[in-house]
């Protein structure tokens, strides 16, 4: 009865019918399940599944193992807000194509996908749109003619543990590996009950004051958007500036290592995320800043948890100029091998991580002539993506890159 | 810091490596990951996989799908107290055999198994062996050579939605599906970090108590075990009476329907499972009874929680007669047709669910003389296992099954 009551009341905030919902063990289990319940579902249409660029890691882990098992995927990408261009959804949409895939939001730039657009192409078409809602379901319903639809408990404010799936009646849908009686096939395994009673009730509470407080955390974000330029020189804020959910903001700061930023932030008792390389394990830096073309370097994420006062906000503000600059002081001593050679500057950067590369290119821009090239050579991923963000945001012509004997050589021409 | 303290202490408690441990969403999705990384990481050694045919049925379900993707399956067989033989386990083993599964202690019965001989075995034909410890990792580890093993943090009072999977450093093991960096890569989505430390908390204080609590519940359970078969008649204590763990008691009760038993009991305020087909949505009995070649109608099995106290014990062994009585008096009138052919007496039970067909067979018995045979025409799954089961425990001789027009015709003969 408990399970039942739970269904019915996050069907409801879903907008969908209680037996079209599973509950899973979490968010990320919903999107395995439910892309690899589709494809297989619709096998006979074919193999092609269509992601967008910027999606949560669970659904391009899952667009990977459908590609190794000799699937076919394209990847739509966006522009610099990290939108996608539903247009750019109706080319991908081939034949063959079993499945596609948007986010409702994007979880690290708080972007909001056109995906009312996007569903209207997709069932134009008869392929299935499965929405990854984790991001505003707490919000509000997700619009639009969507097929299927994940979420996660923890992302509303609820407890971990907990993932839905959507999978409208109508849907072709064969759920794989082992499945049992539970969850109609969808979720083996005991429910976590008090997990979902739980999850569900935070659901509906979140939703009866979501109007107001998505206003209320819209206001400080745009203030932490509007105030940062102005507070700390060479900052990049990303995402889409009107169509985004509340609480989320990200910004890149150049010369500064995400990894030395987020340690003095949380000295000061903030705990901010990054997509910066040198934060993460796999030295590359975030997949959606990399898709989006911003800079990747000192990037900094502010997640504004619901009932986040202001006055925390207004300690950020005051916190954050100091953080960047003694980042930024610590980095200052040259750390690269700088040598002209035949009719350009050569910026030794081998070996050193990001921002060091474009650090030392900022420093040695000014000893060329208008016209000139700097040469940077860099075995760091992070390059890739930063010298070009750097040459837009500094007006400088970004050249090109071409391989060196070790590492990459990226092309830069001051133009003023 | 909280999720390898937790890591830490599950992995001293399981006699594991913290490395070689990882936490999953329940231990369903332990024992799917596990069997599907390990026949993956052995594939190269073959497609053969062994698990004994009383393994819950999450392992039973990964050995279907196996078996759907073009493997092959041996199921090894227990006898009547639902144990493995391990020599039964050294004959299955072949050459093209990539993984065996056999669980420490049934779910069902309580029966203990021999995991330290069968690990053995195993070990000498270089085949690993996956223990599905979930009954009984709260009250000591698991010894013997075993390779992986597999639990769930419910089982020993934990919370829901953590189970455990350890593999043995030097296992090949290659984890199917999408995965991220998480858990080894054998777990994917973020960590329930509360539940898990409260499994770690809960595990350590059970094992903490779980000698003294041992020998009350084995107390309590003994207690049952002998005073059932005083108290009613007609009754089956099924499970090893000495090889079994603590707090698990099962037996069946003859001319009882499960169902209406379960529901006595639930007046009288107690909660307790059924093996029994009509208590199931699938109208089968347990697979596990079934293995066992026991009674299945009338089914009980009561589970002991850690603390029961002594007087819930008593009041069970009070109502519990009553209850039994109650149901059989309502099953009482006759619901079969008798008819007597040529030389046998047919009881035609067609359309009539257990236990109505067994109740109707110990009603004519007495009609036919000592050598005559009784033909019960039954089309309910339960009785191919309850009616050899009846002639066992009332000593008469079960002839065989044979078709019949409708349903099968199941053939006794009076022999006192």
Not at 24 to 29: D, E, I, K, P, V
Not at 347 to 362: H, S, T
């Amino acid at each position: 009865m408990l399970l039942d009551a739970a269904r019915e009341a996050a069907a409801e905030a879903v907008g969908c019918r209680p037996d079209e919902l599973s509950f899973t063990a979490s968010g990320t289990q919903a999107v395995h399940a439910g892309i690899a319940g589709a494809l297989a579902g619709r096998r006979r249409a074919g193999r092609h599944l269509i992601v967008s660029a910027v999606e949560h890691s669970s659904v391009l882990h899952s667009a990977e193992i459908h590609e190794r098992e000799g699937g076919s995927v394209t990847r739509v990408s966006v522009d610099r807000s990290g939108t996608v261009d539903p247009a750019a959804y109706a080319e991908a949409l081939l034949p063959d194509t079993a499945l596609a895939c948007l986010q409702s939001a994007n979880h690290e730039v708080g972007t909001e996908q056109p995906v009312g657009e996007v569903a209207g192409v997709c069932r134009a078409a008869g392929v299935p749109l499965l929405v990854d809602a984790a991001q505003s379901l707490g919000w509000g319903p997700v619009g639009g003619d969507w097929s299927l639809l994940t979420a996660s408990a923890h992302k509303w404010g609820g407890p971990s543990g907990v993932g839905l799936l959507a999978v409208r009646k109508g849907v072709r849908f064969a759920a794989q590996g082992p499945v049992d009686e539970r969850e109609s096939g969808r979720a083996p395994g005991f429910e976590n009950l008090p997990a979902i009673v739980a999850a569900a009730a935070s659901l509906r509470a979140v939703r009866a004051e979501a109007a107001q407080e998505a206003a209320r955390l819209r206001e400080l974000t745009e203030r932490i958007r509007a105030r940062v330029p102005e507070l700390v020189p060479d900052v990049e804020v990303v995402g889409d500036p009107e169509r985004r959910v509340p609480g989320i903001v990200t910004f890149s700061c150049l010369y500064v290592d995400g990894e030395a930023l987020l340690h003095e932030l949380d000295r000061a008792g903030f705990s901010v995320s990054s997509g910066s390389s040198c934060t993460s394990s796999t030295l590359t830096p975030s997949h959606v800043l990399k898709a989006m073309g911003v800079l990747s370097e000192g990037n900094v994420r502010v997640s504004l948890p619901l009932g986040t006062p202001e006055e925390d906000v207004t300690r950020f503000l005051d916190v954050l100029p100091g953080a960047v600059a003694s980042v930024r002081e610590k980095l200052g001593a040259p750390a690269a091998r700088v040598v002209v050679q035949e009719d350009a500057l050569v910026v030794d950067a081998l070996g050193k991580r990001c921002p060091i590369p474009v650090i030392e290119l900022a420093k040695v821009i000014g000893d060329v002539p208008i016209g000139g090239t700097v040469r940077v050579l860099s075995d760091d991923e992070a390059a890739r993506l930063d010298i070009p963000a750097w040459c837009e945001m500094r007006g400088q012509e970004y050249v090109g890159e071409e391989p060196a004997d070790r590492g990459t050589a990226y092309l830069v021409r001051r133009v003023s």
